[in-house]
């Protein structure tokens, strides 16, 4: 094998990278391990289109001394497949570019940090990770690896990417970070252990989707034990709304299975939210459906709803959770959104709710709020009204 290495390189079909090396055409990199410090503008560069960079398991190693592993800027057509790179604050920032494919690549142990509380909505919010894409459309990335960092797949004003079969544990910030990013498919991913601060969260998360982020597909992905499993975040930025989650399991989260927040027209559907502080945490959102969920077996609330509207749940198990299986709630205190002061209109049909702490159903200056159809066993109370509760169907019929 060792003669055939070196003859490949003779042939000038292998090449060793060396720092600073710029691509200008398809290319396959000798095998082994290279110490290549960032110069200053990215230890490998492509600077052309319609190329292949072949690693074939070539090892890039920046020494933990920061920069970036790969650049590109302007870029489309461009594969990325069989690399190791690790060291750098990122494996890889992409800017302005289209088209790409990263494939079958190892992008781990890269820029991380601990013990911070994070800001979702700040762009350099961490201090690196795996991929970083700025405006980068119609993309893909596959079986790639990016792991023990702040962040494996970080999106910024990106539209059209697909994320598919990756493993992006065990980070300190996010799996992956949808920022201003749209019309995504993030699909059969593992990001789980996402979290920080001693295990508490400090806004880690799984999957993010903030500042404005829509119309996005996360399916099919393994959220567990991470800050929260799957967090769609808001409050002074752009919501992010018209997003579907369908098929993930975000359980055994210290805070929640899954959040969103100052948001409208979200769909989840067949999700497990289980074994966390809440399984759903839907504060301040508008016109969202919880439908087909298992959210069993939370500490306080299977969905806690504070100052919402509009909200659908239909078909879902809830059960033996440790205070009440649904809540909507509304604090008259809180006039930080004052447009947002109701908690009303939301429809609850066909659920099944078995053996929650306190009751299966709490009303809390809710009002217009209709329950039909629902199912209770082993419940202490089906509902408790408190506050200046309102104009509420309780359509339910116990035998």
Do not use: K
Request: hydrophobic share 35%; with cysteine.
């Amino acid at each position: 094998m060792r003669r055939w290495s070196i003859v490949q390189r003779l042939l000038g079909r292998w090449r060793e990278p060396r720092a600073g090396l710029i691509v200008t055409s398809s290319l396959e990199l000798a095998p082994g391990l290279y110490s290549l410090p960032d110069p200053g503008d990215g230890a490998l560069r492509i600077t052309a289109d319609e190329l292949v960079l072949d690693g074939q398991g070539a090892v890039l190693d920046g020494g933990g001394r920061g920069g970036i592993g790969i650049a590109l800027c302007g870029r489309r057509r461009v594969v990325l497949r069989n690399l190791t790179i690790r060291g750098y604050a990122w494996a890889l920032e992409a800017i302005d570019c289209e088209e790409l494919l990263i494939e079958n690549c190892d992008f781990s142990s890269n820029g991380g940090s601990e013990g911070t509380f994070l800001d979702i909505n700040r762009v350099e919010a961490t201090a690196g990770g795996g991929i970083r894409f700025v405006r980068v459309n119609t993309s893909r990335v596959a079986r790639t690896h990016a792991q023990q960092q702040d962040v494996g797949v970080d999106a910024i004003a990106c539209r059209g990417l697909v994320i598919t079969d990756c493993d992006l544990s065990y980070n300190t910030a996010w799996g992956i970070r949808l920022h201003g990013s749209s019309d995504c498919r993030l699909e059969r991913n593992r990001a789980h252990h996402v979290n920080r601060c001693g295990g508490t969260g400090c806004d880690a998360a799984g999957i993010l989707l903030t500042c404005g982020s829509h119309r996005n597909l996360v399916a099919g992905n393994d959220l567990r034990w991470s800050g929260d499993g799957f967090f769609l975040g808001n409050q002074f930025s752009p919501p992010s709304n018209d997003n579907l989650i369908v098929g993930n399991d975000g359980s055994y989260s210290p805070n929640n299975a899954f959040e969103a927040t100052f948001s409208r027209g979200n769909v989840f559907r067949r999700n497990r939210a289980c074994f966390s502080n809440f399984g759903f945490w839907l504060g301040f959102s508008t016109d969202t459906v919880l439908e087909e969920n298992l959210i069993t077996d939370n500490r306080f609330d299977g969905v806690h709803w504070e100052h919402g509207a509009r909200g659908l749940l239909r078909n879902n198990l809830i059960a033996r959770n440790g205070r009440y299986g649904v809540a909507f709630t509304l604090n008259p205190a809180n006039r930080d959104f004052p447009d947002r002061c109701v908690s009303t209109s939301h429809e609850l049909r066909d659920n099944h709710f078995v053996s929650n702490g306190q009751c299966a159903v709490y009303l809390l200056h809710t009002t217009g709020t209709r329950l039909e159809g629902n199912r209770y066993r082993a419940e202490r109370q089906p509902w408790r009204i408190d506050g200046a509760s309102a104009e509420n169907m309780l359509l339910d019929v116990f035998l």
